[in-house]
């Protein structure tokens, strides 16, 4: 089968494509170390949506676009679709920031679930007016699990959730990032991996399994 | 983990959006998918926004919203007791309760992005049960109304299940009260008749 190589948008360099296993290119701490911690960002959008401080909003745009854009290429958008789909993420960020609640969700977070609906509704052909609306009606549903609150206490500074990502075994993250990185069907990943479709979903349903109690681990 | 990853099709994705509603625990596990999904989107190296972006963003901020256009459906089947509507199907269109064979109707879940996702309502009295049955492809299946064992467990209201074609099973539905599941198919079914079809096959009549 083919996969994304993780540290580059192209397709493997000659020698490179040794058969291994792709990894994720998160295990030795964020491309640019010097750049704020997420608090700075939290506060920025609230300033958003205390003030509809414009220059808050730039800042935001500026740390978080580029790398949003690079994901949504990265995952099967062209870059015409992911610059419409950053403008109308960060409109929406905009007319939603006042429901920003940083003990509930880091902006990282937020804009992640904003855009990931986004291009969801876009392929449904769904108009923009309706999709300011719709946009995840689960999301919209009051969290009251227990620990909901503290869901972010470990992974404030992103740690937790990166942490949890480097204890996978490389097999899991692999289907890790099958699922994030690859628009695959079940199907098509038992097709091309030649492994059985029952086996494929094992090991899928285990990794999410293992992440989630890594996550876990991390927050409480 | 496909839900946070935003790459279910409209079927799943509505059956577990359903879910998600009435379930906590699976609401922070999906946030959790989240953050790793926001993770891996601040780990991207990047890529450099159309030139005007930010100030073609800027001048849309202060436009005025559009009134909504999302169909409003208000013609829905009855249901019983003090059952509602989940949040989930507000935009989709609900066919009127259609019998199936004894004490089984069912009901199609017209989804207004996608016509040709299979997602359709079973109604089953109290008691009845299903035949033996296996699956072709994936179905995802979640109760709203009563409940029912197949052998494997017990499934009552909030609960979801998924099953493929390594599953055989006989769902009973519990004598003390009727059960009402929403489930969504693989594969592409477009026309009525071959859902019907194809639940008149699972239903054995």
Redesign the interface.
Known sequence: MTLLPVDGFAAPAPGRDDGRAPRLRLVTGSPDAASPPLEHFDALLLAVARDEDRAAFAQLFDHFAPRLKGWLVRTGSTPELADDLVQDAFVLLWRKAAQFDPARARVSAWLFTIARNLRVDRHRGWSETWLSLDAGAADMVPDDAPGADARLAAARSGAGVRSALTQLSSDHRTLVQLAFYEDKSHSDIARETGLPLGTVKTRLRAAATRLRQLLEEYRS | ??H????L??GP?LLV?TH??GC??C????????????????????????PD??A???E??DAP??????PVVTRRPPLPGTLEWP??L??CRISRWRPLGPGMRWSRVGLP??RSANVFLLRIAAGSCLPPHTHRG?ELTQVLFGAFDDGRAVFGPGDFDAT?S?IRHQPVVQASSECICLAAVDGRLVHESRLARWLGALIGI
């Open positions: 983990m496909a946070a990853a935003g790459t099709a409209s994705r959006a998600l509603e906590a625990a609401r922070a596990a999906l946030r959790g998918f989240e953050d790793v999904g926001a993770q891996l989107m601040l780990d991207e190296a990047g890529l450099a926004p159309a972006a930010l073609a963003t800027l849309r901020l919203l559009a009134p909504p256009v999302a949040r989930s507000r935009h992005f996608d994936e493929d390594t």
